[in-house]
C-alpha cells in the first residue's frame, strides 16, 4: 500500500530564513505526490504535485517541492519565510485512494 | 462557481443518534471523497466515488454510508453515531483521473456526546 511519512511534527523558523518541511513516500508505482497546506479553522489549500518529469516542482505562494526518487522524498521549501506562513503542513500520494501524512505544523517568527 | 460545499459546519449528536452530512460541487467533477481528520493522524479517506452510481470504501469506512445518485452530491451518512466518529470531516472532488489536484471543502465539525 502506498504511504507518505512527515517526520517533523513541529518546525520553526525565522522569518526571512528558508524553511524545509520533510515528506518521505512509500508506492509500488509511478508516485502522484501532492502538498497542501490548512490554515485554522480551514479546508486544506493546493501548493504543488508532482506528476512527472522535472524534480524541482514550482507551486504557489512561493513554495516549491523537489522530488528525490533515490531518497523517496518530496520535501517542501521556500527561500524566505514569511510569519503568514504558519499553517499545518500535510503531503500525500495519490492512487485513487488518497493517503495523507499526520502534517507538520510550521512556526515562523518574526 | 462555489466550488465544494459542506453543511453544517457545526454539528452535535448523541450517542446513537444518526445524520447526514451534507457535500456538493459545481465543478462537474466525476471524483469525491469524503476524510475526516483528527489530531496527530491526518487525513484519512473514509469513502470515495468514482463517478455517479459508483463509490468505494477508503481507509477508514466502519460505521460511514455513502451515495452517488448525482454528479453533483455525496452525501455522508452516520447510522448510529459514537463518540469516536467525533471529528471534522472534509469533502473533496477532483475532476476524473489520478493525477488531478483535488479540491477541499470549508468541512463539518461533528462532536458525539
Known amino acids: 500500500a502506498q504511504s507518505v511519512a512527515q517526520p517533523e511534527d513541529q518546525v520553526n523558523v525565522a522569518e526571512g530564513n528558508p524553511l524545509t518541511v520533510k515528506c518521505t513516500y512509500s508506492v509500488s508505482g509511478n508516485p502522484y505526490l501532492f502538498w497542501y497546506v490548512q490554515y485554522p479553522n480551514r479546508g486544506l489549500q493546493f501548493l504543488l504535485k508532482?506528476?512527472?518529469?522535472?524534480?524541482l516542482v514550482k507551486g504557489s505562494y512561493g513554495f516549491e517541492a523537489e522530488f528525490n526518487k533515490s531518497q523517496t522524498s518530496f520535501h517542501l521549501k521556500k527561500p524566505s519565510a514569511l510569519v503568514s506562513d504558519s499553517a499545518l503542513y500535510f503531503c500525500a500520494v495519490r492512487d485513487w485512494d488518497m493517503r495523507f501524512g499526520a502534517g507538520t505544523r510550521l512556526t515562523v517568527k518574526p | 462557481n462555489a466550488g465544494v460545499t459542506q453543511t453544517p459546519k457545526f454539528q452535535v449528536l448523541k450517542t446513537g443518534q444518526s445524520m447526514t452530512l451534507q457535500c456538493a460541487q459545481d465543478?462537474?467533477?466525476?471524483?469525491m471523497s469524503w476524510y475526516r481528520q483528527d489530531p496527530g493522524m491526518g487525513l484519512r479517506l473514509i469513502h470515495y466515488s468514482v463517478g455517479a452510481g459508483i463509490t468505494d470504501q477508503g481507509e477508514v469506512p466502519n460505521g460511514y454510508n455513502v451515495s452517488r445518485s448525482t454528479t453533483e452530491d455525496f452525501p455522508l451518512r452516520l447510522l448510529s453515531a459514537a463518540p469516536s466518529q467525533t471529528s471534522v470531516y472534509f469533502c473533496?472532488?477532483?475532476?476524473?483521473?489520478?493525477?488531478?489536484?483535488?479540491?477541499f471543502g470549508p468541512g463539518t465539525r461533528l462532536t458525539v456526546l
Open positions: 465543478m462537474n467533477h466525476e471524483y
Open positions: 508532482y506528476i512527472t518529469g522535472d524534480n
Open positions: 473533496a472532488s477532483s475532476p476524473r483521473l489520478v493525477t488531478d489536484t483535488q479540491y
